[in-house]
């Protein structure tokens, strides 16, 4: 038995760029461990970033825009060895998922879903918990006013996280399914976009 909490969705209505000035940023954040009235807060304030979109007209920055993407992960911690993670079996998972969901994969730099994961083994309580984070990111050129030129950083298109919290034999296959939930979440945003897109032109 394992238990899956997610967190709010960061859903980019204009572009931000990560490491620069321009636009508007909102990045999500996980933390793992027994924090889970902020990871429900966070779903509260998702219910009503979500309300909110359904008024907007297509955003200038959004996953409609991707059609090849590649796949990356960030290393992982320490604790992850006793809970049986591996990102060599994960990466699969979130490819596989986004090729099924009408998305190339591609080495190419320029749009990216990348995924970390934050894994924290309790040996005395026979635990483990994981926080998840998936996003879509695209490169793209813009002008940083501080600097006075013109820079290279990555449009946030998309950001969610979830906690999970299970025993160490069951840790591999619930983290699997939560990627695979945030992966599907991320496909549907990009389907509710594109019909967006579609309406507007």
């Not at 984070?133 to 996280?161: C, H, I, P, T």
Request: net charge positive; glycine share 8%; with cysteine.
């Amino acid at each position: 038995m394992f238990l899956t909490v997610f967190g709010g969705d960061r859903l980019l209505h204009k572009m931000s760029v990560i490491g620069g000035s321009f636009g508007v940023k909102q990045r999500g954040s996980a933390v793992f461990g027994p924090l889970f009235a902020v990871m429900l807060s966070g779903t509260m304030m998702a219910l009503s970033l979500t309300a909110r979109a359904q008024s907007l007209v297509a955003p200038d920055a959004n996953l409609a825009l991707l059609s090849a993407v590649r796949v990356t992960a960030s290393q992982t911690t320490p604790d992850a060895v006793p809970c049986g993670i591996d990102l060599r079996l994960l990466l699969p998972v979130v490819e596989n998922r986004l090729q099924g969901g009408g998305l190339r994969a591609t080495k190419s730099p320029d749009a990216v879903v990348t995924f970390s994961l934050m894994t924290s083994h309790d040996p005395a309580g026979q635990l483990c918990a994981t926080a998840a984070m998936l996003g879509a990111y695209q490169l793209a050129n813009y002008f940083d006013e501080k600097a006075g030129r013109l820079k290279s950083g990555y449009v946030v298109l998309w950001q969610r996280g979830a906690q999970v919290l299970s025993a160490p034999a069951d840790h591999p296959h619930a983290v699997e399914r939560t990627l695979a939930r945030l992966t599907d979440n991320m496909l549907k945003t990009r389907r509710q976009q594109s019909k967006i897109a579609s309406q507007v032109k």
